[in-house]
């Protein structure tokens, strides 16, 4: 016999979400409050700390100020700013001065749009871009037909030289625009400053990947086959080439 799979938490599909409101305790049996409750009670001490209080309790001042009540909507708060507001504000908040700005090469265009915006607002920004050191993809073992442009000079995105450039100039707070899936998991993890995105990379849906799962019973229905290939399309391109 297989062993019984462990109990997890699992919010997503919570037939009750209740921790919001003053019925918190009736949550089901994995909501975290049950399953894991000296999980949370260590989180919240490291919260509280002295490292972490500050910017918790300006994130939260951030999150409430983002809403207010209309007078044409006075029933219920509507949200009054945009994401690019929040970011300088809870940066002004910080008191950060200096502020980092990783962006997808991909996006230099709107990356010259938002420098100038948060210098208009006195940070001072040191922007870099992904294929910044211009390191060819073949040194890191990318194959030719690999590449976006086979035959053409490629520079490897280099997330990690990002994160290191920043740091030598101690950027307070590092905004990601853009960074493909993996290249911003190894910019988090080597970035010193704390760091928020401002866009998720995704080219199919105009950078705002919560529309491919809005499709995801549409056209976007592939999503829902138990896996993909994902060289499929490159391995039919490469063929098809050579044909
Ligand atoms: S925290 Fe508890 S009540 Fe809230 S969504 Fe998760 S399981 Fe549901």
Known sequence: MGEAAETVVNCAKCPRPVC???AWQEGPENCPLKLVPDVIKR????????ELREFALKASKQEGSGYMRLPHAP?????V???????????????????GVAYCSGVQFEASLMV??????????????????????????IEDWEKVWPGRFEAMCHPVAQAE?????????????????????LFLQYSRAPCTVFAAKDRLFGHAPLLA????????RRVLAKESAPDAAKETERWVEQE
């Open 81 to 99: 700013k945009s994401r690019l507001e929040e970011i300088m504000e809870f940066a002004r908040r910080m008191g950060y001065k200096r502020l």
């Open 43 to 50: 989180a919240t001490e490291k919260c509280f700390s002295a």
């Open 116 to 141: 100038p915006i948060l210098e208009n607002r006195g940070f001072e920004v040191v922007s870099v871009a992904c294929k910044c050191g211009s390191v060819p993809k073949e040194e890191l073992g």
């Open 213 to 220: 799962l809005y499709q995801s019973k549409s056209y976007h």
């Open 20 to 22: 919001n409101s003053p």
């Open 165 to 185: 450039i920043l740091n030598h100039y101690r950027t307070k707070f590092n905004i990601l625009v853009c960074l493909r899936v993996g290249h911003d998991s």
């Open 75 to 79: 029933r219920g708060p509507s949200p």
